[in-house]
Each structure stands twice: as C-alpha cells, then as structure tokens.
C-alpha cells in the first residue's frame, strides 16, 4: 500500500489488521462538511484491492455511497469474494464512527 498516491491522499494503515484510514481534509470536501463521492470510491476501491494481496488494475467498480461521509475519520476495509489467475472480485466498505458510508463490489486484473 506505500505508494505516492495513497500517501498523497492521506491513506495510513488502521488500528485493526485489513484496514485503511483517511483522515479527510478540507480539500476532499464537495460542500461544507460533505466528502466527495470520489474521495469515498478510492478508500473502497483501495481497501479492496489490498484485500486480493496481488498487483491488481480495476476493470470495473460498482459504488454505493449510503451516508454522507463528514470531516472525521473514514476507515476502509476489503474482502476477497473471488479469485482466479486473471481477475479477482472483491468488495471495500467504507466506516465512519462504525457507520457504513460506501460499499463497492469491484472487478481487478491481476498484474504482474
């Protein structure tokens, strides 16, 4: 997961093993105290992804944002519904205060 692009976003590991936190700022906002649906998408579609263990690119993501995400803590976490030698699928929650926020079931291609 210590790739330039996480560490820009803010992404550190969380307190339980298999989880992601972001610390939203002020810049992932899309209105006063409402995270951007784009901020909520990459913390499932990465938590996802890190739940498969291998190199993966997205094909396709599927999201579902359930709550409106605040300025406070998000934390992510993924789970593997299946793999094979080309794609895996596998699904990123996203919580905040134990609330789910965002769900997305996403399709990966293993590379590498």
Do not use: C, W, Y
Not at 45 to 72: M, Q
Request: proline share 7%; glycine share 8%.
């Amino acid at each position: 997961m210590a790739n330039d692009f996480n560490t820009t976003l803010g992404l550190r590991p969380g307190d339980e093993p298999g989880t992601l936190v972001l610390d939203p700022r002020p810049e992932h906002q899309i209105a006063p105290d409402v995270i951007h649906f784009a901020v909520l998408t990459t913390v499932a579609e990465i938590s996802a992804a890190a739940a498969v263990g291998s190199p993966v690119v997205p094909a396709t993501v599927t999201v579902h944002l359930l709550s409106r995400a605040r300025l406070a803590p998000l934390v992510g976490k993924g789970r593997v519904l299946r793999k094979g030698k080309r794609l895996a699928v596998a699904e990123g929650e996203v919580t905040q205060d134990g609330e789910l926020v965002a769900k997305a079931i996403v399709q990966f291609a293993l590379v590498g």
